[in-house]
């Protein structure tokens, strides 16, 4: 009889990935072990490579989850009429989030940029997507509230910025 391919996976990796997600937002990659990563998802150490390989691949696999989540609900968020007003709920949200328990672990993206770049290529990518796709999300509800008159001309749309926000 064939022998098959191993036991079926015992846990939901997109679980395993929110969790780690969580741990990495509260230590950093650098001072994130894998004692840490066993212990914030529950996952044995077999588990955790045989699903994600390494701990830089669990990394990029939370940091994909993280940016998926916040582009989407901004997304949704600016996407509300009227522009201003989705403008003011949004920058509403950042500010309750800041000042919120969960705000003080920071931004998942801001921190990665901060400890990361420009050494490593596969961040660098996926921070550089995620802030030009926050720009393009502004850029395009400031021009959908200038053509409705919400906001005034004189704004320029493309001020979301003007500099490259991640290295080369």
């Known amino acids: 009889m064939p022998v098959g391919p191993g036991r079926p996976r015992e846990f939901d990796a997109d679980e395993a990935v929110i969790d780690a997600m ?7 990659y650098a001072a994130t072990s894998l004692v840490h990563l066993i212990e914030g998802t529950g996952l044995s150490r077999g588990s955790l490579y045989k699903a994600f390989n390494d701990k830089h691949s669990l990394f990029l696999a939370a940091l994909d989850r993280y940016t998926s989540d916040s582009l989407s609900r901004l997304s949704s968020d600016l996407g509300k009429e009227p522009a201003r007003d989705a403008i003011l709920t949004t920058l509403r949200y950042y500010a309750r989030q800041s ?3 969960k705000g003080l672990r920071g931004c998942l993206v801001t921190a990665t940029a901060m400890e990361l770049l420009p050494d490593d290529a596969d961040v660098r990518g996926r921070v550089r997507a995620t802030f030009s796709r926050m720009q393009h999300l502004l850029a395009m509800v400031i021009r959908k509230g200038q053509a409705s008159g919400e906001i005034s001309l004189r704004h320029d749309a493309g001020w979301a910025c003007p ?3 991640v290295p080369d």
């Open 22 to 28: 969580t741990v990495f937002q509260s230590r950093g």
């Open 163 to 165: 500099f490259p926000v």
């Open 99 to 101: 000042a919120a328990t």
